[in-house]
């Protein structure tokens, strides 16, 4: 059990999981859909929570955002970090509430924006663990944003796999020459104390490596005609053209406005708190 654990947490499952997440290649039905109808999508879960004060409604779209993450196929590290902060975050407000004299109406306002929050993050999980940079990129480009903009998105998800293994490469260098405590302390203190030490100093090396890396890419598209193709017409029509709203699409975002709609009517209908 301990091994298996030990397994799980280790560093190269992280990194992977955070490849699986920044490539999206766990499938769901979001990533089948048009990248340009999944952000429309994100956008009406991602708004309609702050119209609202009711426990119902929030409660409706909350239970829409689990729904949302299960369809997306979220991995366990995006979720589980998820659960953490929202659990910690909870907990956190209510006893700040409880010491400091709160009633009821104190925590119901904790409790909705809780599920604000809880509704939105889940919202934005489902729709951005289930776009790769490539077509979120397109998506941004098709919607008139700027190209610099499109091609930041797409790089600085390219750029983090490379940064997990750039960082792992140096941190585990510099473990291999720095000599463990003689004494480890109390709780192995000391050992803890070196370990935060070498985390720290690890990002001096990244910074210089992610530079070079910025202006190697930079030379390499611009002799490629970045810049040229993705301001020419042409060149952004032929980039653009496999984008296609398909019946999917128009279903998911349709069944989602009704949902949404639902929620408000049961809000209405049913009010948990007056």
Not at 83 to 92: P, Q
Not at 134 to 148: F, M, Q, T, V
Request: proline residues 4%; charged residues 15%; positive net charge.
């Amino acid at each position: 059990m301990a091994r298996k654990t030990h397994d799980v947490l280790s560093v190269d499952w992280v990194r992977l999981e955070l490849l699986r997440t920044a490539y999206s290649t766990r499938g769901g039905i979001f990533s089948r859909m048009d990248p340009r109808m999944v952000l429309l999508w994100y956008l009406i879960l991602a708004i309609a929570p702050w119209f609202t004060h009711n426990l119902t409604v929030l409660l409706g779209l909350f239970g829409l955002g689990v729904v949302s993450v299960a369809l997306a196929r979220v991995g366990p590290l995006v979720l589980g970090l998820f659960v953490i902060g929202l659990g910690a975050d909870v907990i956190g407000l209510f006893i700040a509430a409880f010491l400091f004299g709160g009633d009821l109406d104190t925590l119901v306002a904790l409790a909705e924006l809780n599920l604000k929050l809880g509704a939105v993050s889940m919202a934005s999980m489902a729709a951005f663990v289930s776009l790769d940079p490539e077509k979120l990129s397109d998506a941004l480009l098709s919607l008139r944003a700027p190209e610099l903009l499109a091609f930041g998105v797409s790089y600085g998800y390219r750029m983090l796999p490379i940064l997990v293994d750039e960082y792992v490469t140096v941190f585990e260098g510099q473990r291999l020459r720095h000599a463990p405590p003689q004494r480890r302390g109390i709780l192995g203190w000391r050992v803890i104390l070196q370990w935060c030490t070498l985390a720290v100093t690890a990002f001096y090396p990244i910074m210089l490596n992610t530079a070079k890396n910025v202006r190697t890419t930079v030379e390499a598209l611009e002799t490629r005609g970045f810049t040229y193709g993705a301001a020419n017409p042409r060149g952004r029509s032929l980039r653009l053209a496999y984008l296609r709203v398909t019946p999917l699409d128009v279903a998911v975002v349709a069944a989602s406005v009704l949902a949404v709609a639902a929620a408000f009517w049961l809000g209405v209908q049913f009010p948990l708190y007056r």
